[in-house]
């Protein structure tokens, strides 16, 4: 009957890589099942970077991307030719590259001595006569010392595939056997651990146990869309989104600003934007004003880029941007600019190859073409691209000032006087990016001669220094602010939301 098969809907990225997904029902008591979280932004893109990135210039793979897939060793042909095919496929024609199906959660349907069996339904087997591959992504690290699992199915090819999971581990990889033409395919794997004292562990892992303990391992699907049936076809229902470029820009620009911009620190508490007091959202796209885009243009203030309810299942809006020839001239040599500046910067920190290679493609992705531009992507990833770019310069202009700061702090005298001091504070984690913001602070004495003092603070030392102890003696304080630009992005547009008196930029004693 209808009402019996799984519901899925299916999206497509920007690169051209379909998402399908297919959420998992049962009505068995002894079934125990887990649905897997909403995936975040970017956690598919990112599975497919790590692939295209997996490989070594020599055509290797080398020993963190062996960690990070669970490929216990360099000589493990059945999963090293797996993950050089998955590689081959994604650098491939992007339009018929591999296509991902979102299983939505596990089926764990009994246990044994040292072994869990699990079940993953699959949809149409129409789907799946390439060889398709089951991989476990993982939202968080996994936590423990080395765990060698072996899983065992008819439905993988071997039958037999052994892993290891450390905590460097990201994803497993389980090669699936070609459909034989079932109306669905349930594949019924067993996983056993060489110790049955670390079966809990295992369950926390792959399900998540009774002790609370839950990695979020997401099952995907993966398999060629260059010889399978098109998943946008009626065996599986569901709508697909035409590809947008801005989608797989946003998810470079977040691992970009990931590599060049300070972590967040463990433990910090998240500061939430929302809390922030806000002017009314100003909309980006074919419609804003000259004069609103002239001015962020050449505006210097820290941006911070915000998914507010994208997820891979609900894409970011088509961005597109319509500057004047002017305005356009003046984005493409403030964007010059401002690369060859963040390149100089990249260089001097010793960031790495990844954010220069990452660099590169935003580029791509936001070229502006001299002899008559067109209004669309290009121009709004470009204009992105600019604003993010003028965030980091300003990250290591402060952290210049902060070094020098430091290295003269022993030399100088009254060191202690009120000034301003860099203050980084931690943002949520479902951002583009920065993942913090550095709104500065005002410490030191306000001792006579007051630095900034007005009238009523002289007045108020000096009642003070008369012997008064009972009054507030003058604070120092922040005495002027800059704002802070936050551009929010979703499935319904771009919007600017202007956070006023956020980042101190003047101190004074009051």
């Not at 203050?423 to 951002?431: G, I, K, Y």
């Not at 101190?504 to 004693?509: F, L, M």
């Amino acid at each position: 009957m209808k009402g019996n098969h799984p519901k899925s809907s299916s999206t497509e990225t920007g690169d051209g890589l379909q998402i399908t997904n297919a959420s998992i029902r049962t009505s068995s008591a002894s079934t125990v099942s887990r649905d897997a979280p909403q995936l975040p932004p970017c956690f598919v893109d990112n599975i497919f970077t790590a692939l295209r990135e997996g490989v070594g210039h020599n055509g290797e793979l080398p020993n963190h991307t062996l960690t990070m897939f669970g490929i216990c060793t360099e000589s493990d042909n059945t999963s090293g030719s797996v993950l050089l095919d998955l590689v081959k496929e994604v650098r491939r024609n992007q339009r018929n590259g591999l296509k991902v199906l979102d299983l939505s959660g596990g089926l764990l349907e009994g246990e044994e001595s040292g072994s869990l069996k699990l079940a993953f339904q699959l949809p149409h087997s129409h789907l799946l006569k390439p060889s398709p591959v089951l991989l476990l992504a993982f939202e968080s690290p996994l936590a423990g010392e080395k765990l060698d699992t072996t899983f065992t199915s008819e439905s993988l090819h071997p039958n037999t595939q052994t892993v290891c999971l450390s905590a460097e581990t990201q994803y497993i990889m389980l090669a699936g056997k070609e459909s034989k033409g079932k109306v669905h395919n349930t594949w019924r794997i067993n996983a056993e651990t060489y110790s049955p004292v670390m079966k809990q562990r295992l369950k926390d892992i792959l399900i998540g146990g009774q002790s609370g303990s839950n990695n979020c391992m997401i099952p995907l699907l993966l398999f060629s869309g260059e010889r399978g049936t098109d998943t946008r076809n009626a065996h599986i229902s569901g709508s697909s989104m035409t590809p947008s470029r801005t989608s797989s820009f946003l998810c470079e620009l977040k691992r970009f600003l990931d590599d060049v911009l300070p972590l967040v620190h463990p433990g910090s508490p998240q500061l939430q934007l929302g809390s922030l007091q806000s002017l009314p959202p100003l909309t980006l796209g074919l419609s804003s004003s000259e004069t609103l885009l002239a001015g962020l243009i050449n505006s210097s203030a820290l941006t911070i880029f915000s998914f507010s309810s994208w997820s891979s299942r609900f894409p970011v809006h088509h961005g597109e941007l319509s500057l004047s020839p002017a305005l356009l001239e003046e984005l493409r040599q403030r964007l010059e600019q401002t690369v060859e500046k963040i390149m100089a910067v990249i260089r001097e920190e010793d960031v790495g190859h990844k954010a220069t290679e990452r660099l590169g493609r935003l580029k791509k992705h936001s070229v502006l073409l001299k002899k008559e531009p067109e209004a669309g992507e290009s121009q709004y990833c470009a204009f992105l691209l600019l604003k993010a770019l003028q965030t980091v310069a300003r990250a290591y202009e402060v952290e210049k000032k902060l070094r020098s700061t430091r290295a003269g702090h022993n030399n100088s005298m009254g060191g202690n006087i009120c000034g301003l001091r860099s203050l980084t504070v931690s943002l949520e984690r479902t951002l583009v990016g920065p993942n913090t913001a550095n709104i500065n602070n005002c410490h030191g004495s306000c001792a006579f001669p007051l630095v900034n003092g007005n009238n009523h603070a002289i007045l108020l030392n000096i009642h003070i220094e008369s012997e008064n102890v009972d009054e507030r003696a003058p604070c120092c304080v922040p005495l002027a602010y800059e704002h802070l630009e936050v551009v929010d992005l979703n499935q319904h547009g771009t919007y600017l939301s202007i956070k006023p008196d956020v980042v101190a930029k003047e101190c004074g004693c009051r």
